[in-house]
């Protein structure tokens, strides 16, 4: 029982991390153009768009569509990877959070849809001229960075809440 409780772990722990990893990078990727764009220099109304758009983004994506919606479904998919036993949703646990892979068909034709939107969203913003590019990235990684934090902050709870129980279920003082 306790070697089924520690890969269930093992491969909940992937999970998280491969789509804290995808964030993360995606994040570095984004902010790296944004500091580009702030060396080449700003106007002040340049400067207040960059200010304006990153708590737009941070509240709008990262708190409201990552952190207060999809997150608490990864971490519900992620909690489900404890009952699934194909080694190919172990294997890919990243996309099985994700819903990329396992769930209902209409949910992964909406999680690739998503997939789909974001690409585009990067091909449009891709065209915008500098400094703009940079500053619709710099707000696009706050966000990513926001919406990772909360799903490491939620993993973690799920993780010692879950760890205080035993392997047993029994629950721990």
């Given at each position: ?17 491969g ?9 570095w ?6 500091v ?38 990864v ?22 959070a994700?819903?990329?892979i396992?769930?209902?068909?209409a949910?992964?034709?909406r ?11 990067v ?7 500098d ?10 990684a ?9 799903l ?22």
């Amino acid at each position: 029982m306790r070697s089924a409780w520690r890969r269930d772990s093992a491969v909940q722990a992937w999970a998280v991390a491969g789509v804290v990893f995808l964030f993360a990078e995606a994040a570095w990727r984004l902010a790296l153009r944004g500091v580009d764009a702030v060396r080449g220099g700003l106007t002040p109304f340049e400067w207040l768009a960059l200010v304006l758009l990153t708590a737009a983004f941070v509240y709008g994506e990262g708190v409201r569509a990552l952190q207060r919606r999809w997150v608490p479904y990864v971490l519900a998919r992620i909690e489900r990877l404890r009952a699934e036993r194909r080694l190919g949703y172990h294997l890919a646990a990243p996309l099985y959070a994700m819903s990329l892979i396992g769930p209902p068909r209409a949910a992964v034709v909406r999680a690739w849809a998503g997939v789909a939107a974001i690409i585009s969203a990067v091909l449009i913003v891709s065209r915008l001229p500098d400094p703009w590019r940079g500053i619709v990235d710099s707000a696009v990684a706050a966000a990513l960075v926001w919406g990772a934090s909360a799903l490491l902050y939620g993993a973690g709870r799920a993780f010692r809440d879950r760890n205080t129980e035993g392997p047993d279920g029994i629950r721990e003082p």
